[in-house]
């Protein structure tokens, strides 16, 4: 049976509800400033916006750790899908690195995504969540594989955020393919349906706050320190 396409737009996600659809200032800010940043190096144009398309994207993480291959193969899967797709990048330093790092990472990410991607500079965890909040898909890549300590994947699964990742045999067994989340060596046209994605983001919220959440890990302390 054919997939219905992967632009129709998703019922709001269970989790924290939406109150406000507003932007932040923060956002605004952050913006404004980054717009200036890139655009002095030719990243983006000065006259760009926040453009959301039926099918967006988010994703956030150190510059210096962009994931190019990842990213390249998430492109050939949307491309192959025919979605109608924009992704949003925000990107952090850590204290010893240095514009030049955003640079190379944005015009990187360009040369994949062309005018689909758009970058949001650094954000505010008010205006993190925002952005997890009103997207269809938060994406985040690591070297060979998400780790039981790489927590930028838990902040949109514990909002009820569906998220594509990269799994290997060293990822937490919890995590799952097409149950909490979605891998993308395996992603199809049937993942990406808005039914599907509500269904992995309701057990997503679920399984991070019983497996990573403050509870478990002060039950687990208690247990092996006697408390």
């Not at 932007?23 to 190096?41: E, F, I, R, Y």
């Not at 990048?89 to 005018?115: M, N, P, Y």
């Not at 937490?172 to 599907?196: M, Y």
């Amino acid at each position: 049976m054919q997939a219905p396409p992967i632009g129709v737009p998703v019922a709001q996600k269970p989790g924290p509800p939406r109150a406000t659809q507003h932007c932040p200032a923060t956002v605004q800010s952050v913006w404004t400033m980054q717009n200036g940043l890139a655009a002095a190096s030719g990243v983006i144009d000065v006259d760009a916006s926040i453009i959301p398309t039926e099918f967006t994207i988010f994703s956030f993480g150190m510059a210096h750790k962009i994931q190019l291959g990842y990213y390249e193969l998430l492109h050939r899967r949307l491309e192959a899908l025919g979605a109608a797709y924009s992704i949003w990048i925000s990107t952090a330093f850590h204290e010893k690195s240095g514009f030049g790092e955003f640079d190379e990472a944005s015009r990187q990410l360009r040369s994949v995504f062309g005018s689909r991607v758009q970058f949001l500079g650094f954000l505010s965890d008010e205006a993190v969540n925002y952005f997890v909040d009103i997207v269809r898909l938060f994406v985040a890549f690591f070297p060979k594989g998400l780790r039981a300590n790489n927590t930028s994947a838990y902040v949109p699964m514990e909002r009820g955020c569906p998220i594509l990742t990269n799994l290997d045999e060293y990822s937490p067994a919890w995590l799952r393919h097409d149950v909490n989340v979605l891998d993308i060596h395996s992603i199809t046209a049937e993942s990406l349906v808005p039914d599907n994605l509500r269904r992995v983001a309701a057990a997503a919220q679920r399984d991070v706050r019983a497996n990573a959440g403050w509870s478990p890990l002060v039950a687990r302390m208690s247990e092996h320190y006697g408390g």
